[in-house]
């Protein structure tokens, strides 16, 4: 645990980050002592920091402390913040000194082997996303919609391993804490995220992937469509790439596509 | 500054406040040792931890630390906040212990003591409030679209104390920090905060003293209506009230409804 590049796990509560959630984050997987695609949750995070006006701090800094934390943590989640740090009373952004950063670490969660194979269980939330384009696709720490979502059902009760999310009109958006892929008709779908949704890593990676294998469409998509689809994934960075086998009533056995893009983002 | 009940001023950087905003706040103006309206802001807060499931500490408890904050410093910006406290990684808000809870004090703004009387200078936002009926109303920590539309101008340069923001839909809902009101032929307006924008003490105030003085009307009210008022004015608890002398090319002169209820809002 880091904060401003110091050993310690506090911070303080003038921190923009805990008075307005006026900050960004990132968890990125660390298995061996090694995290993959780092570079690219940087370019993220320096993009999320650009649309809210924070001065992202530069990659050689954020590189060399997850390097430490790697030396002493080879596996774990690891969860980067930065914030805008600390400022005058109110919510006006100007005057702030300096972005705070600061680094987390959890152990690797341990999910049933066959989720990543053969699917989960997953559900509709009934709380729907709000548009606002100006935040849109940022992974910021506004997150209540996500926390309200999360909390609509219990994974113990009920053994469903992610909720779908729904914006305002009736497009479908994401999971809490994955992007969400249909296959339909030979084309690889996800929904357009420029009015809400965080656009992940590992989404932007599988749209790698479509460049050289399939068609790809980034649009609207509706509820009917989802449940239609002949394959659904999800994916994250820590998660990996989970199948869709039941949703709501309807249920899938069968996923060469997501299979095959599961294989390419395990590729080190 | 006391965090959970113990003086200091640092938090854990797991506090789900700083990771996810999941929490609420109220700042409170101190004079002489005392505070306005406690038992109305203690409403709030507890209304506002219900929105999201967070059990929120005692009155009791609340009160008491208040009194020790005010006993060292009878003058100020008492802001206290209340999170969902730890949890286990993730968005669930399962399985979390306890609520935290804190203080914040910060010196009383001084602002030019005309604004109260003659009016402020105020703006409308480029900024537009998306809609979430969930979160409507209520004074969380997700606060970026805030803090969004402070960054708009600087008061430094334009003396625009206020901005005002419209939601999607271009209904007028409230000043960045500060609810609105406007009166309209013998009427008293304040927008509808059923799908966005946060109720103040303050606002509930005003709209307390209409009961008894002039018909009050809460519904949509649309930029053009505003333009039209026959007297503009927002209200918080820190500012208290301030009539709206200037917006975008218009200008009011005589606030007489503002004026009567400024004088009912400081009577102690």
Redesign the interface.
């Known amino acids: 645990?880091l904060?401003n590049g110091k050993p310690g796990?506090?911070?303080?509560?003038?921190?923009?980050?805990?008075?307005?959630?006026?900050g960004v984050?990132r968890t990125l997987r660390a298995t061996q002592g090694k995290v993959q695609h780092w570079p690219l949750h940087y370019q993220k995070i320096k993009h999320d920091c650009t649309a809210?006006?924070i001065a992202c701090p530069e990659m050689d800094l954020l590189s060399a402390e997850l390097n430490d934390l790697l030396a002493l943590h080879p596996n774990g989640?690891m969860k980067v913040?930065v914030?805008?740090g600390e400022g005058t009373?109110?919510?006006?952004?100007?005057g702030c000194a300096e972005a705070t950063h600061?680094w987390?670490r959890?152990p690797l969660?341990e999910y049933p082997s066959d989720w990543a194979t053969h699917g989960i269980k997953a559900r509709l939330c009934q709380?729907r996303l709000?548009?606002?384009p100006?935040?849109a696709g940022v992974k910021?720490?506004?997150?209540?919609?996500?926390?309200?979502?999360?909390?609509e059902w219990?994974?113990a009760d009920s053994g469903i391993a992610e909720g779908l999310l729904l914006d305002?009109e009736g497009n479908i958006i994401e999971g809490?804490?994955s992007n969400l892929f249909l296959v339909s008709q030979g084309t690889l779908i996800t929904p357009d995220l420029s009015r809400c949704g965080v656009a992940g890593v590992q989404r932007d990676r599988v749209m790698a992937w479509a460049q050289y294998n399939m068609p790809l469409q980034v649009r609207d998509v509706g509820w009917d469509e989802v449940l239609h689809a002949e394959e659904l994934f999800v994916v994250n960075s820590i998660i990996g790439l989970w199948p869709i086998r039941e949703l709501e009533q309807r249920c899938w056995n069968d996923f060469p596509v997501a299979s095959k893009i599961r294989g390419y983002l395990n590729e080190p």
Request: hydrophobic share 40%.
């Open positions: 645990m904060v796990n506090l911070i303080s509560i003038g921190d923009r980050g805990l008075l307005y959630g006026d984050f809210l006006g989640v913040i914030t805008r009373r109110g919510y006006t952004p100007r600061l987390d959890s969660p709380l709000s548009h606002q100006r935040l910021h720490l506004n997150r209540l919609e996500n926390v309200l979502a999360a909390g219990n994974i305002m809490t804490r």
